[in-house]
């Protein structure tokens, strides 16, 4: 489909057949400790995107800028959708509902991103691509990677779970540890495709992963028999992930298929909070994250603007919640329906729990909810540290039986 790209910050708009990443006249124009200006939303010809309302199904390729070849090699998108009935009736909530990225390719959100820049680099003739990631960003790009034949060069923060990065490692990544943190990891991967090209997938410096992102929504809105949710429950930590949400509705509404965007919640960890304060106060600023979710762990949000852009536009609220809060809901998503969620992304859930009896007020029990999981549990089993021991063995006998479920 045809496409232009809008600075988000001052508003230029212009189009290119080129790789371009930021906005050639305010990038870097913003404060020392400041989220960064200058990233750009991808807009697409308004008649093109009237043809797909006369459509009676339509898929997120529909609303892609670049061909995604052989998607069957890498297989995006239909992920299901889980209805937690034991903890509906704990919340005094009817049709809350948990969208289930966990179960893609790389068993992370961050594939829909991966997918769509696999494809900008078989249609730009790359086979390099570089990026910065915390774990689950460079998992899903070394997956694809590994599924189209592309050379992923993936930096990391040393410190990041040590199951994230065997995953690259094993996709075939050529992995580099940096002594730093996510920010230090992300500017040394700019200057790698400075120095020795091929595309840079950075989240939302490239706006391709936020296009990527927004394939969830659209898919969800098909999946709901063209309906959409009254409430989209988000775990945030650059602002990425809930940016390409409310891009998919965004879509789809400029589209001429539906006529509203559904209240999106930017779910935080109060130890990383920056979107949120800048929600509450207008100032973005950088903070010092710290929290035990690593995923959503952020010191200066790359989607910050964005994300409170379209929270600001939309009716889009931000709820923060305790590391106590976080690791409670992924015990609770996992014993009471089957569901084994990573801390970053039970933030989500964590947020309706706090959300619910404001929910019942406004919306009523009956109201659509959607949880979205974006990363599995297997990702990061350090956190069970000292939270959960496996039992001891018992002697080879029936005796042992006996005595072992006798009180």
């Not at 913003?30 to 200058?38: A, N, Q, S, Y």
């Not at 009736?89 to 009817?94: C, Q």
């Not at 696999?118 to 910065?132: M, V």
């Not at 930590?237 to 930017?266: E, H, W």
């Amino acid at each position: 489909m045809k496409f232009r790209y809008k600075c988000i910050d001052c508003g230029y708009e212009f189009e290119t057949d080129e790789i371009v990443y930021t906005c050639p006249k305010c990038a870097g124009t913003e404060k020392e400790g400041e989220f960064p200006k200058g990233y750009l939303k991808v807009l697409y010809d308004e008649r093109e995107l009237k043809q797909l309302s006369k459509k009676s199904h339509v898929t997120f390729y529909d609303f892609f800028p670049y061909t995604v070849p052989t998607p069957e090699v890498y297989p995006v998108g239909n992920t299901p959708i889980v209805k937690p009935s034991r903890l509906n009736a704990k919340l005094g909530l009817e049709n809350v509902f948990c969208k289930m990225d966990t179960f893609l390719p790389s068993g992370s959100f961050k594939d829909r991103a991966s997918q769509l820049i696999a494809a900008q680099a078989i249609s730009h003739n790359t086979k390099k691509i570089a990026l910065a990631s915390t774990g689950n960003a460079g998992a899903a790009m070394s997956c694809a990677g590994a599924a189209y034949g592309l050379d992923i060069i993936l930096f990391v923060p040393q410190t990041a779970p040590v199951n994230k990065l065997m995953q690259s490692v094993l996709y075939g990544a050529t992995v580099v540890p940096v002594k730093g943190s996510y920010d230090d990891a992300f500017l040394l991967s700019i200057e790698y495709t400075k120095h020795f090209g091929g595309i840079n997938r950075n989240t939302a410096y490239n706006p391709m992963t936020i296009e990527g992102k927004k394939s969830v929504s659209i898919e969800l809105f098909e999946q709901l028999g063209r309906k959409l949710p009254d409430v989209v429950y988000v775990p945030v930590g650059d602002g990425c992930i809930i940016s390409g949400v409310y891009k998919g509705f965004y879509d789809l509404m400029a589209a001429g298929i539906t006529d509203r965007i559904p209240q999106i919640v930017c779910c935080q960890s109060e130890k990383s909070n920056a979107i949120s304060l800048a929600f509450e106060t207008g100032e973005f600023k950088s903070i010092e994250a710290s929290t035990r979710a690593d995923s959503i762990s952020v010191d200066i949000p790359a989607s910050g603007r964005m994300a409170v852009q379209y929270m600001k536009q939309y009716n889009g609220r931000c709820i923060q919640v305790s590391e106590k809060e976080i690791l409670d809901a992924q015990m609770s998503l996992v014993g009471n329906c089957g569901v084994f969620a990573e801390p970053a992304s039970s933030a989500a859930w964590a947020g309706l729990v706090k959300d619910s009896e404001n929910i019942k007020k406004t919306l009523g029990k009956d109201a659509q909810i959607c949880v979205l999981l974006t990363g599995t549990g297997f990702k990061d089993m350090a956190v069970f540290d000292g939270r959960v021991t496996l039992p001891q063995p018992i002697e080879n006998s029936p005796q042992a039986v006996i005595d072992r479920f006798t009180e």
